[in-house]
Structures are given as C-alpha cells and as structure tokens.
C-alpha cells in the first residue's frame, strides 16, 4: 500500500474531516444550483420577455405618461394626481384632474396582453436640463414581442397629435430649456382672420411652404437649411397675429425667444437657438430693442432692456447662423423701426425676406368691417371704409378698426354712424 493511500485512508477515518468535507460538498453542489438558476433568469429575461424603457429626458416620455394616464391610470391601484389649468370663456379658470401610475410597479392590460409596467423616481439624481428627479419608465411583456411595445408608443403618439389636431403649441425659453406655455396647446387661429395689405399673406405663406418642403435642394447645393423673415411696420398692423395664424396654418408650433432675460447670456443664447423645438417658428419679437446699430452713434436710440439683458449682438449673429445652428429653422423678426436694426442683423442668410406690414386702406378697412358683421350688406361696409379714411387726420391700424368696432358688436349702423370718431374712441359710449 503506498503512502498516499494510507493518508488518504486515516483521513476518511477522522470524524471532522468527514464533516468539513461533506459540508464542502453541500455548500459547493447549492452554489451552483444557485448559479445555474441566476443564470437561467438571465437567460430567461433575456430570450423570453421583451422590454423598453423610456428616460424622462426622451421626447416621447410626456406624452406616453399622459396616454398612460388615460389607458391604465384609471384602472390603477395607486396613482398619481396632475391638475391641469383650463381657460374658459370671459378668461374665468377653471381645473381638472387627471392621474397617472404613481412610482412602483403596476400591471396593465393591452390588446390581450398583459404588461409589466416600472416607474421607477431616482431621489438622489437629477435631470440637469428639468431640475426634476430622474424618471423611467420600463415596459415588460412575456415573448419576443419588441414590435408589440413598439406599436404601444405608436398609438400613444398617434393619440396625441389626433388631440393636438387644430392647436398651436407655444413655447418660451427659460434660460435652461424651452417649456411650453400653459401646459397645453392653444386653438389655431385661422389666417382668414387675420387682415393684411392685398397679397402679403399669400406670398408669406407660399414662400414659407417652398422653403419647409426644400430640404435635400439647401443639403444639395451646401446651403444652410434656414430661412430668416423680418416683418416691420408700425405697431397694431398684424406682425403677431399673422405669424400666429401662420403657424397655425402650417401645424407648427411657436417658441418665442425674449432677448430681455436677464439670465441670457450669449452661450445659453446660442445653445438655445442650436435646440429649439421641432416643428416650431422660432419668433424674436420687438428685435430693434434688444440692441443699438454700431452705425446709430446719436444718443436718441436707447436700449429698452439696459442693464438686463447680456446678450451682445455679435452673439446673437453667431446664434442666428453659426455654425451650431438648428437645420430646418423658420425665423421670424418683428420690430416697429427697421432703421435702428444693424445692417449685419438683416444681411442675407440671416433675414432673406424682408415684408412691410401696413396701416389699412379701405379695401382692408371692408373686410375687418365684414368679419364683425357677416350677415350687413357690403355697401354698409364700403361706406364705413370710407367714412373712416375721410374723417381720419391719421393712418388707421387694424387694431384701431377692430377696438373701435367692440364697442358695436350688435349695431353696424352705430359703428358706422359713429365712424367719425373711430381715432377718438375713449369718447365713444357703446350702446
């Protein structure tokens, strides 16, 4: 018998060495039982369900919460509340709630399948852009079904735009992001409504469709897709109200972008015009007040926002066209004195059309007076027109037109016994 028998036989013999080993054994043998079982999740979870997640930070995580809301929310055990403000007739506010899956886990019920469906709140991180808790939400269903998950975003999103339908979004620039206004979009507004000079419209519109539907003709010939609208005049003409309209018109949105905040700076500036919102006209209002032309040396030009904003033209410039700018972007400027604007500003490639927005002639003047009053015969409005433009010292507005017609919206025969008076209206008593 050799010796590494007889040591091997004298510790089979040893009671505690029988122990140990076979506790060793045990120990062994259930490690990798638990292995093989984490194992067989992983590769369970791996090739038998299917998942997506949706980061707070993703575009489609706002609507997909609030299509949730709607589809699980109410079936929901433990949901979280939204209030939402609505502006009723005569500007009075009224609220309603809505609720969504609170942060947990939750089971919901779709096209006969049934979801696994994660919100998970991350209190210790922070969106950098939203200053809010880090969200996700993850979706979890048995099989290879990615496609199945996929078509739940699909109907989420084709469900939003079908609620959307008919609105304009508004947006306005915090400094850090872009955050709609109102929390909801507003009713279009039909460019029929808005009055302009005989074929201003239908140029402005043409040209902006022309320029949304000529992407591969700018990437094709090197031109950076970007397409600069000034629009001036004097004020109450219609600057606002057509881009509004417009907008509408076109089913874009509307970001618009004060030079005045005090927190602006020229990088926020320029990261912010490089992220506007997609499928919105990017608006710069009242830009002649924003800065003073480097040629104006006079001291009768002031800056309306002196000691508040940080914006300095040259950054703007590079904002407008630099080499950061957004693809696709529609902007348009409005001011009241084109001659205070710098010639850098205005030079092609940043403003491309330039399109004076008038005072009323009586064609214009017709056509306000037949919108207030649609069942008066015309030729009450043609005297109206001419009424107003004989008896008026000074050029007549459409804001003026419309002011003065409110104090008549029953009587056209008031409004155009009173007509005389229409540059006077604070004397006038409605009745």
């Given at each position: 018998?050799?010796?590494?028998?007889?040591?091997?036989?004298?510790?089979?013999?040893?009671?505690?060495?029988?122990?140990?080993?076979?506790?060793?054994?045990?120990?062994?043998?259930?490690?990798?039982?638990?292995?093989?079982?984490?194992?067989?999740?992983?590769?369970?979870?791996?090739?038998?369900?299917?998942?997506?997640?949706?980061?707070?930070?993703?575009?489609?995580?706002?609507?997909?919460?609030?299509?949730?809301?709607?589809?699980?929310?109410?079936?929901?055990?433990?949901?979280?509340?939204?209030?939402?403000?609505?502006?009723?007739?005569?500007?009075?506010?009224?609220?309603?709630?809505?609720?969504?899956?609170?942060?947990?886990?939750?089971?919901?019920?779709?096209?006969?399948?049934?979801?696994?469906?994660?919100?998970?709140?991350?209190?210790?991180?922070?969106?950098?852009?939203?200053?809010?808790?880090?969200?996700?939400?993850?979706?979890?269903?048995?099989?290879?079904?990615?496609?199945?998950?996929?078509?739940?975003?699909?109907?989420?999103?084709?469900?939003?735009?079908?609620?959307?339908?008919?609105?304009?979004?508004?947006?306005?620039?915090?400094?850090?992001?872009?955050?709609?206004?109102?929390?909801?979009?507003?009713?279009?507004?039909?460019?029929?409504?808005?009055?302009?000079?005989?074929?201003?419209?239908?140029?402005?519109?043409?040209?902006?469709?022309?320029?949304?539907?000529?992407?591969?003709?700018?990437?094709?010939?090197?031109?950076?897709?970007?397409?600069?609208?000034?629009?001036?005049?004097p004020p109450g003409c219609g600057k606002t109200?057509?881009?509004?309209?417009?907008?509408?018109?076109?089913?874009?949105?509307?970001?618009?972008?004060?030079?005045?905040?005090?927190?602006?700076?020229?990088?926020?500036?320029?990261?912010?015009?490089?992220?506007?919102?997609?499928?919105?006209?990017?608006?710069?209002?009242?830009?002649?007040?924003?800065?003073?032309?480097?040629?104006?040396?006079?001291?009768?030009?002031?800056?309306?926002?002196?000691?508040?904003?940080?914006?300095?033209?040259?950054?703007?410039?590079?904002?407008?066209?630099g080499a950061v700018g957004s693809e696709g972007?529609?902007?348009?400027?409005?001011?009241?004195?084109?001659?205070?604007?710098?010639?850098?500003?205005?030079?092609?490639?940043?403003?491309?059309?330039?399109?004076?927005?008038?005072?009323?002639?009586?064609?214009?003047?017709?056509?306000?007076?037949?919108?207030?009053?649609?069942?008066?015969?015309?030729?009450?409005?043609?005297?109206?027109?001419?009424?107003?433009?004989?008896?008026?010292?000074?050029?007549?507005?459409?804001?003026?037109?419309?002011?003065?017609?409110?104090?008549?919206?029953?009587?056209?025969?008031?409004?155009?016994?009173?007509?005389?008076?229409?540059?006077?209206?604070?004397?006038?008593?409605?009745?």
């Amino acid at each position: 018998m050799s010796n590494f028998q007889q040591l091997f036989d004298s510790l089979s013999a040893n009671p505690y060495f029988s122990a140990g080993f076979g506790l060793f054994g045990i120990g062994a043998v259930a490690a990798m039982g638990r292995g093989a079982m984490q194992l067989s999740l992983v590769l369970g979870r791996r090739h038998l369900l299917s998942s997506i997640q949706v980061p707070c930070n993703d575009k489609a995580y706002t609507w997909f919460l609030d299509w949730l809301g709607r589809e699980a929310g109410k079936r929901a055990q433990h949901v979280a509340v939204r209030t939402e403000w609505m502006e009723e007739e005569g500007g009075r506010v009224s609220c309603q709630y809505s609720v969504e899956p609170s942060p947990g886990l939750h089971l919901i019920y779709w096209r006969g399948s049934w979801i696994r469906l994660e919100r998970i709140r991350e209190q210790q991180q922070v969106d950098v852009i939203g200053g809010v808790p880090w969200e996700t939400i993850t979706l979890t269903t048995i099989g290879r079904r990615k496609q199945f998950l996929l078509d739940m975003l699909e109907e989420a999103r084709n469900d939003v735009l079908k609620r959307h339908s008919g609105t304009t979004a508004m947006y306005y620039c915090t400094g850090s992001d872009w955050r709609e206004m109102g929390g909801s979009p507003q009713i279009s507004r039909s460019l029929e409504t808005v009055v302009l000079q005989e074929g201003i419209a239908d140029r402005l519109v043409k040209d902006c469709q022309r320029f949304l539907s000529s992407g591969a003709w700018y990437r094709e010939r090197g031109i950076p897709y970007r397409r600069g609208i000034l629009l001036h005049g004097p004020p109450g003409c219609g600057k606002t109200s057509f881009i509004v309209a417009l907008a509408g018109h076109l089913d874009l949105g509307i970001s618009v972008l004060s030079l005045a905040d005090s927190k602006m700076t020229d990088s926020v500036l320029q990261a912010r015009i490089s992220d506007v919102p997609r499928n919105t006209i990017l608006l710069l209002e009242d830009i002649d007040a924003a800065f003073k032309s480097r040629e104006d040396t006079g001291k009768e030009v002031t800056t309306a926002f002196r000691g508040l904003s940080q914006i300095t033209l040259t950054g703007l410039l590079n904002a407008l066209d630099g080499a950061v700018g957004s693809e696709g972007r529609l902007t348009f400027l409005t001011t009241n004195y084109p001659e205070r604007l710098d010639p850098a500003l205005i030079r092609p490639g940043r403003v491309d059309v330039k399109q004076y927005i008038g005072h009323c002639g009586e064609l214009e003047i017709e056509k306000i007076f037949s919108k207030f009053y649609p069942e008066a015969n015309k030729d009450i409005g043609k005297k109206f027109a001419s009424y107003v433009l004989t008896s008026s010292k000074d050029n007549i507005s459409p804001a003026q037109v419309q002011a003065y017609l409110l104090l008549y919206p029953d009587s056209p025969n008031l409004a155009v016994k009173h007509a005389h008076q229409i540059t006077n209206t604070d004397s006038i008593q409605s009745k």
